[in-house]
C-alpha cells in the first residue's frame, strides 16, 4: 500500500522558533510537494521538489524553506515561525512520468499552531 | 493563468438524493482535471481525473464526473448520497508540475 508519512500531526509552537516538518514517501516517487490548506482558500502550493537537491518555489514560498537530501524524504522549514503560519501543512509526492496528468498521493496532514 | 472555481463552499444533501458538486475551469489550454476527496482528519486522496479521451470519467464511490469543454465545467455528481460521502471536495487543475486547486466544497450528508 502507497504511503506518503508526516512525521507530526499536531504541533504547538511559539512565535520565532524554528519549525521542522518532515514528510516520508515509499513509492519511489521523484517530485514532493508540500501545500498549505487553509478554510476557504484551498490549498496553496509552497514548494514543490522534482529530484534530490531540486526544488522550485510554489505560489506561497515566503517564510518557508525545504529541504530534500535523499529522495524518499522532503522537510518543511519555518525558519522563525509567526502567528500567521498556524495552518494545515500537507504533503503530496507523484510519480515524474505521470508529471501533471498523475495521481498526486497526500500525507495526513499536520496541524501547526503558533502561539 | 489557470484557475479553478467551486460553486458553493457547503452543500447538503438528503441521503440517497443527488450530489452535484460544481466545478469551472479557466485555462488557455485544455486542461487535466481532477476531483480529490478530503474525509475528516486525513489528507486528500484521488476520486477521479479527467486527462484525454472520454469526457464522462467514473471514478470511485459511484462518483463520476463530466468534462465539457465549452461550458469550461467539470462537475462531480453521484446519483445516491451515502452518509459516508460526508467530506470536503476540491477539483484541480493541472498543465505544468502545478496543481491548481479549488477552494473545496463540503459536503453535509442529511438522514
Known amino acids: 500500500d502507497v504511503k506518503v508519512t508526516q512525521s507530526s500531526r499536531y504541533l504547538v509552537k511559539r512565535t520565532g522558533e524554528k519549525v521542522f516538518l518532515e514528510c516520508v514517501q515509499d513509492m519511489d516517487h521523484e517530485n514532493m510537494f508540500w501545500y498549505r490548506q487553509d478554510p476557504g482558500l484551498g490549498l496553496r502550493l509552497i514548494y514543490f521538489s522534482y529530484d534530490v537537491k531540486m526544488k522550485e518555489k510554489g505560489d506561497i514560498p515566503e517564510g518557508y524553506s525545504v529541504s530534500r537530501e535523499k529522495k524518499e524524504r522532503f522537510s518543511l522549514i519555518l525558519e522563525s515561525a509567526s502567528t500567521n503560519q498556524t495552518s494545515m501543512y500537507l504533503c503530496a509526492s507523484s510519480l515524474v512520468e505521470a508529471a501533471n496528468t498523475g495521481e498526486l498521493f497526500f500525507g495526513e496532514g499536520s496541524r501547526l499552531t503558533v502561539l | 493563468a489557470q484557475s479553478v472555481t467551486q460553486l458553493g463552499s457547503h452543500v447538503s444533501v438528503s441521503e440517497g438524493a443527488l450530489v452535484l458538486l460544481r466545478c469551472n475551469y479557466s485555462s488557455s489550454v485544455p486542461p487535466y482535471l481532477f476531483w480529490y476527496v478530503q474525509y475528516p482528519n486525513q489528507g486528500l486522496q484521488l476520486l477521479l481525473k479527467?486527462?484525454?479521451?472520454?469526457?464522462l470519467v467514473k471514478g470511485i464511490n459511484g462518483f463520476e464526473a463530466e468534462f465539457k469543454k465549452s461550458e469550461t465545467s467539470f462537475h462531480l455528481t453521484k446519483p445516491s448520497a451515502h452518509m459516508s460521502d460526508a467530506a470536503e471536495y476540491f477539483c484541480?487543475?493541472?498543465?505544468?508540475?502545478?496543481?491548481?486547486f479549488g477552494t473545496g466544497t463540503r459536503l453535509k450528508v442529511l438522514a
Open positions: 484541480a487543475v493541472s498543465r505544468t508540475y502545478k496543481y491548481i
Open positions: 479527467y486527462t484525454t479521451g472520454a469526457t
